[in-house]
């Protein structure tokens, strides 16, 4: 009994570190949004906050990809239910998007398209996190079926 709970404290320690850093994302997401009209503001912060959303997009997409989404898979299909190919590649190109933004902005300031770019930004982060959500709420059916807790014993 004990490895079970483990695994299960493991789980839940993962999924609220990724949920942090979804919250820490929006918040400076948010952040980056209260600067406009950007032409207006302080370039340096505007810079230093923009680096710092940079880093915090790539360590949540790295933490989603490279942990989080193949954890729970594993999880969720040890209990026979599949995960949507489909959803795992909608993911795929949702990231691929987002990079983007963080490829052109880590290294240079475009204040005509920043605005835009970051409109766009926001949009891919809402749909990834409607994505991300459905994952979450297929997890937690297995969680609350019952039969979860006795594949991981």
């Not at 032409?39 to 906050?49: A, E, S, V, Y």
Request: charged residues 20%; negative net charge.
């Amino acid at each position: 009994m004990l490895p079970a709970f483990k695994t299960q404290k493991n789980n839940s320690r993962l999924i609220h570190q990724w949920l942090k850093e979804r919250q820490e994302l929006t918040v400076v997401l948010s952040q980056l949004c209260n600067f406009r009209p950007f032409c207006q503001t302080d370039q340096n912060l505007l810079w230093g906050t923009l680096q710092e959303f940079c880093q915090i997009v790539v360590d949540y997409l790295s933490l989603g990809h490279f942990e989080v989404y193949e954890h729970l898979s594993s999880i969720v299909e040890a209990d026979n239910i599949q995960i949507s190919h489909n959803l795992l590649q909608v993911l795929m190109n949702n990231t691929v998007d987002i990079l983007g933004f963080n490829d052109k902005y880590q290294s240079q300031l475009d204040l005509i398209n920043l605005d835009r770019h970051l409109s766009k930004l926001a949009f891919h982060i809402a749909q990834r996190f409607e994505w991300e959500d459905k994952l979450l709420a297929t997890y937690n059916f297995c969680r609350s079926s019952g039969s979860f807790s006795e594949k991981i014993a």
